[in-house]
């Protein structure tokens, strides 16, 4: 499984590391949720770490080789003005390559305590393609 860096986040043009000074603090974009990845003897397992938002706004959906990732906010989602900001419980998209080991079918996911847990479990004797990467 690979991460697909063109997949900045939902209505952020700047990248991920775009920062800009607000009435003397430092403002970062927050449109994304930190994800980390793991892998086990039969799967790959993704965690998106994403609290406070709901079940039901998630969104995941396989097209071709590619997973996306996704939340939406609900209607009238309350915006008040924050003194101090170092989360979003905005919406944000992350879009993943999947490769032929991973079985598309019968990914699963569940959210627990603020992390959204996606299982994307292998094709039972196809193990994930590894190549060696010459360095110059």
């Not at 965690?47 to 209607?75: C, M, N, Q, W």
């Not at 989602?77 to 999947?98: H, M, V």
């Not at 598309?104 to 060696?132: C, H, M, T, W």
Request: glycine content about 8%.
């Amino acid at each position: 499984m690979y991460y697909n860096e063109s997949c900045a986040a939902k209505g952020n043009n700047y990248g991920s590391n775009y920062q800009s000074r607000r009435g003397g603090m430092l403002i970062r974009s927050m449109q994304r949720a930190a994800v980390n990845i793991f892998k086990t003897d039969s799967s790959f397992e993704m965690l998106v770490f994403a609290p406070g938002r709901i079940r039901e706004h998630f969104h995941l959906d396989v097209k071709g080789s590619t997973l996306t990732v996704s939340y939406s906010p609900p209607d009238g989602f309350p915006r008040p003005d924050w003194i101090l900001r170092e989360y979003s419980r905005g919406g944000f998209e992350r879009t993943f390559d999947l490769d032929a080991s991973i079985d598309a079918n019968n990914i699963s996911a569940k959210y627990v305590d603020g992390v959204l847990q996606v299982s994307l479990p292998f094709i039972p004797g196809k193990q994930p393609e590894k190549r060696e990467i010459v360095i110059n």
